[in-house]
């Protein structure tokens, strides 16, 4: 076996996400979107899981205004962490889920593409 592996399947990567941080929340890493597994600990590093389907709170907007969330949609991250279908964002995953036009409602989101 290769003895420089680190990771077997690197889905779940520890990273320094910020002090403050907790479980459940939505993240990206450079470009990898991914959900914290636990809260950042006192130096701000979580584990990130990047891969699956999690619960998250999104809104049914673009950059043009409000838009319903359909399954499927591809969803993206702001700079401020709210997932929305605004494609200035970071690619984040698929919503799992419909939301009405300008409503913000927890979905399933499948993270990645």
């Given amino acids: 076996m290769a003895v420089n592996m680190l990771y077997k399947d690197g889905d779940q990567l520890p990273y320094n996400v910020g002090a403050g941080v907790l479980s459940g929340a939505p993240v990206?890493?450079?470009?990898?979107p991914g959900v914290t597994l636990d809260n950042a600990d006192a130096l701000g590093v979580a584990t990130v899981r990047t891969k699956g389907v999690f619960r998250l709170s999104v809104?049914?907007?673009d950059k043009n205004g409000n838009k319903a969330v359909t399954v499927g949609a591809i969803v993206y991250m702001s700079a401020a962490g709210v997932l929305s279908l605004d494609s200035d964002g970071t690619r984040f995953g698929y919503a799992y889920g419909e939301i009405d036009a300008g409503d913000t409602e927890v979905i399933p989101v499948k993270?990645?593409?």
């Fill in 59 to 61: 809104v049914a907007t």
């Fill in 111 to 113: 993270i990645g593409y």
């Fill in 28 to 32: 990206i890493i450079g470009s990898i």
